[in-house]
């Protein structure tokens, strides 16, 4: 299985979007975004710096990136425009690089510092020169704030933008991933009514549902997963098992919509979490765990292979040999039964609260 580039880009943009970053710029290739403090705290590994904010309360610097989806053909837009002759480009040239893919100023100098030295920076003014005017004061930085005045730094750019390529199997994208699934294991979702539910006289009655997504590990020397997204309603108790399909065609948001009301609930959210741990447990003890018998099967021989192996050796006279064989023997039986034992385990991997409209 594989990602397309377009189909990174709408899992980071979701990722970015959700997170609340602020776009700066975007393009089918590219997009550059300065996270917002949420974002910096899972994606930049800069515990120290956010402890330093969390002690004296200043506001937060979050850093800013350029995630490039498709490089080959983004390094290429980047090397035409550099290539294009500069005295024929008019004013206002760096919009339409910026609408081919590339970010503005890519064509003199903004994409030669991002290219050519793996993309720390985009455009901007030189190192050295002075500030532009109605930029912040030295002096009025944090660290001037607390430890006097500290010579300021030359800078390239707007803030050092960095460039990432995002595509699948990089470190950036697993790791988007991973704080995605971090701050998503847990929901609470509203289902949206629409425009017309507002202008009505009387309010909906929304009915809340406990939905769990299991993952089914079956693993022996072979291993099988399944996902299982399961809903009980926590009024009447209904069990919905493929409870993606009721949610397919409907429209969520998680701020509860203007005139709705939610239905009281009959179940604890501890007793539909066990009514749905019931079902889910039924539904397993009816499959079919002919794969289980043939591991055990084979289980069995390697085993007696191993027993086969160090039969002999353990005769050995010598009794420090003898025990270093014995705890050898001990060791690769149980390495055996690891690796070809059937283990059944069940995990959550998402869970939530979905207030649905009741039918």
Not at 128 to 137: F, L, M, N, V
Not at 144 to 152: I, L, S
Not at 275 to 303: H, I, M, V
Request: charged share 25%.
């Amino acid at each position: 299985m594989t990602l397309t580039p377009q189909e990174v880009r709408k899992q980071v943009m979701d990722y970015l979007e959700a997170t609340e970053c602020s776009i700066i710029e975007v393009s089918p290739l590219h997009v550059t975004v300065k996270l917002s403090p949420r974002a910096d705290r899972m994606l930049t590994d800069r515990p120290y710096y956010w402890g330093f904010v969390e002690r004296t309360g200043t506001p937060p610097e979050t850093l800013s990136f350029t995630f490039v989806f498709d490089p080959e053909k983004y390094d290429h837009l980047a090397a035409a425009a550099q290539a294009a002759p500069t005295s024929r480009q008019p004013r206002g040239a760096g919009d339409r690089t910026a609408a081919a893919g590339l970010p503005a100023g890519a064509g003199a100098a903004g994409m030669e510092a991002g290219a050519d030295t793996g993309g720390t920076t985009t455009g901007g003014p030189l190192a050295g020169t002075a500030p532009p005017e109605g930029s912040a004061d030295p002096q009025d930085s944090i660290l001037a704030r607390f430890f006097g005045f500290v010579p300021p730094l030359p800078r390239i750019g707007p803030g050092m933008i960095r460039r990432e390529d995002v595509t699948y199997g990089s470190k950036r994208l697993g790791q988007i991933w991973s704080a995605a699934r971090e701050e998503g294991k847990c929901l609470q979702l509203f289902e949206d009514p629409g425009s017309r539910q507002r202008m009505t006289l009387f309010s909906a009655a929304y009915e809340p549902w406990l939905a769990v997504c299991y993952k089914v590990e079956m693993s022996c020397d072979l291993k099988r997963e399944e996902l299982h997204f399961i809903g009980v309603s926590l009024t009447s108790g209904l069990i919905v098992p493929d409870f993606e399909a009721k949610l397919g065609s409907r429209e969520l948001t998680p701020r509860l919509p203007e005139n709705i009301h939610i239905e009281p609930s009959g179940l604890s959210l501890a007793a539909g979490a066990d009514k749905l741990e019931g079902y889910l447990t039924s539904k397993l003890a009816l499959l079919d765990y002919t794969w289980a018998e043939e591991a055990r099967e084979r289980l069995r021989l390697e085993l007696s292979i191993v027993d086969i192996y160090y039969e002999e050796l353990l005769k050995e006279q010598d009794e420090e040999k003898r025990l270093a064989i014995l705890e050898q023997y001990n060791r690769r039986r149980k390495e055996t039964a690891w690796q070809y034992e059937p283990q059944i385990a069940v995990s959550a991997v998402t869970y939530g609260l979905f207030h649905l409209r009741s039918t």
